[in-house]
């Protein structure tokens, strides 16, 4: 799969690959339950999230269906690790992808996590040529959601109690966009302009 050249910049982030020495800093994100609410896993040890780290390090290449790219998300002006964003390989026959983002909250209210993602969408439809990109995310999650919308993708599905997840039934909602819609959601205040709620 022909991705970019990393790091990718916009005027207020860097999109690069993990290193090392981001161990601090993924720690004090992935540590908190604030951060992890959502997620399939709870707030991790030092030692879960250094192999967490290592396994992040690998993932960044898309060669076949299944495969996950992920790059740390770093703010420009301090170099302060602000979270990562994902992409997943979920069908090479039908050219679909799934996009994924965690971001610490101490950096809402800037567009952080929308400007990323936003730049991630651009990856799957203008480099890849993805044909349809989507999201899943906990129905609860109302900040991801509105994230998403921002992007211009559509609510296609909501589906009830149709995981177990950390000892609760929860609801799933799918998000989608197809390329021919991408050129149209491409509206550049909404990825660079803080809104409440917005990593």
Do not use: C
């Not at 030092?46 to 790059?71: C, F, H, K, M, S």
């Not at 050219?95 to 209210?109: A, K, M, N, S, W």
């Not at 609801?171 to 990593?199: H, I």
């Amino acid at each position: 799969m022909p991705l970019p050249s990393f790091p990718i910049k916009t005027r207020r982030l860097v999109l690069r690959r993990y290193a090392a020495d981001d161990l601090d800093a993924l720690h004090r994100a992935q540590s908190r339950e604030d951060v992890t609410r959502y997620l399939y896993w709870g707030p991790r040890s030092r030692v879960e999230v250094e192999q967490a780290l290592t396994e992040r390090t690998g993932l960044t290449e898309l060669r076949a269906e299944g495969d996950r790219l992920v790059l740390a998300v770093e703010l420009v002006e301090t170099g302060d690790l602000l979270g990562e964003v994902h992409l997943f390989w979920v069908s090479k026959e039908h050219r679909t992808v799934e996009i994924g983002y965690i971001f610490h909250p101490d950096f809402e209210g800037h567009g952080y996590a929308t400007e990323a993602a936003a730049q991630f969408m651009r990856v799957a439809f203008d480099d890849l040529h993805m044909h349809r990109v989507i999201a899943r995310l906990d129905a609860d999650n109302t900040a991801s959601a509105r994230l998403l919308e921002r992007l211009g993708m559509r609510k296609e599905a909501h589906f009830v109690q149709n995981e177990f997840v950390r000892g609760r039934w929860a609801d799933e909602a799918v998000y989608a966009m197809l390329a021919s819609e991408w050129p149209s959601a491409q509206l550049a205040e909404p990825f660079v302009r803080g809104l409440p709620g917005d990593a």
